[in-house]
């Protein structure tokens, strides 16, 4: 079973990485972007086949490890 | 209008920040993680409105600047 988990910088906190990315497709001539916030995609090879285990024991894996709860906030898609 | 792209080092490509989170979630006791592969996800703010044309052009900051297409690939959602 896949898992992706999505972890993004929470709303309020700089992201420079960001910033970098939305100022260098303004020097390249892309228009119209306002804002451009960079995050984490983890994409787990899971052994469970319950989606449910599988659900709760990435939840973990984010508090624990993936993710800086601080900071940042994650998503968790089981595929 | 919002997009979401997803950018993932190709099969094949040797990930050692994703192998670096596989040992880690190993050492704190997390069993029955196969493989981990980690990309970025990058959210932009845009001021198109119509859908076709911001893939459009979200495809083409993707091949300019947000990607490298020679080891990665990128997946665009359009919100």
Redesign the interface.
Known sequence: MKARV???LRNGVLDPQ?EA?RA??GN?G???????????????????TDPEAARH?VT??CE???ANTVIESYQIEIL
Chains 1, 2 share one sequence.
């Open positions: 999505m972890v993004m960001g990315v260098a497709l390249l892309f228009e119209g972007v306002g804002g451009v916030r960079q995050g984490k995609l983890i994409e787990l090879d899971l052994a469970e024991s973990a894996m624990k490890l993936l």
